[in-house]
């Protein structure tokens, strides 16, 4: 349903989930422990990477879950690469697609065909530190607390509005390593319980403001 300055996801029942992920996949691995029990209410359907190396496929694999890879080298171009991951998730016919370190930008083609539905976790306090490399520009600007952030994702990087944060402090003798490290515990925590409400409640967005229980 959209409305002049938002849109209303309404609570699917057993909401399918397609999980997005280039890298090792530890937050796909935590949505997979949370879907086993069926009061989570929502569960992967697919998993989608980019990398035909990466991790997150092999606990796909291992989940029985069924995974394709969408590598850009096996498109001309962007665009066609974009309509590739776009026609992979559509299969699945997901009602949300959840960026799990998937860590390329899809094209407004893309978003505009799973339009609010689809969300990203960041490993910064976002609007601080967007991009690709959140916890080493926290890191470098010596911020004290940083965090994580599910946002639902628009046409920029890490700008849509914010559904859920979790602050992290910063210890003395953190590196990028240590940092991501605990912000990952947090992250998946946070990943697992605001797609689990945002499944079983809903989520509206008026403007920047995205609040789950519709
Ligand atoms: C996560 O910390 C996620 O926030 C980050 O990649 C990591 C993936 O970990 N994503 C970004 O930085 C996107 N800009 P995982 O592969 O273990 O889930």
Avoid at 23 to 52: C, F, Q, T
Avoid at 117 to 142: C, E, I, K, M, Q
């Amino acid at each position: 349903m959209q409305t002049p300055s938002g849109h209303l996801v309404e609570p699917a029942l057993g909401a399918r989930l397609v999980v997005l992920a280039s890298g090792g996949g530890s937050n796909l691995a935590a949505l997979l422990a949370a879907h086993e029990d069926p009061a989570y209410g929502a569960r992967v359907v697919g998993v989608v990477s980019d990398k035909p190396g990466a991790g997150a496929l092999d606990l796909a694999r291992q989940a029985g879950i069924p995974s394709v890879v969408v590598a850009p080298s096996d498109f001309a171009d962007r665009d066609a690469w974009n309509d590739g991951v776009r026609e992979a998730v559509e299969v699945f016919r997901p009602d949300w697609v959840v960026l799990a370190g998937f860590m390329r930008i899809l094209a407004p083609s893309f978003l505009d065909r799973f339009r609010g539905r689809v969300v990203n976790t960041h490993p910064a306090l976002l609007p601080s530190f967007p991009g690709a490399h959140g916890v080493r520009d926290a890191l470098a600007y010596g911020v004290r607390v940083t965090g994580c952030t599910v946002h639902v994702v628009d046409d920029g990087v890490d700008t849509g509005p914010i559904i859920a944060q979790t602050a992290v402090p910063v210890l003395d003798d953190d590196d990028e390593g240590t940092l991501h490290e605990r912000i990952k515990v947090a992250e998946r925590a946070l990943l697992v319980e605001t797609v689990g409400r945002a499944a079983r409640e809903g989520l509206r967005v008026e403007g920047r403001q995205a609040v789950v229980g519709a």
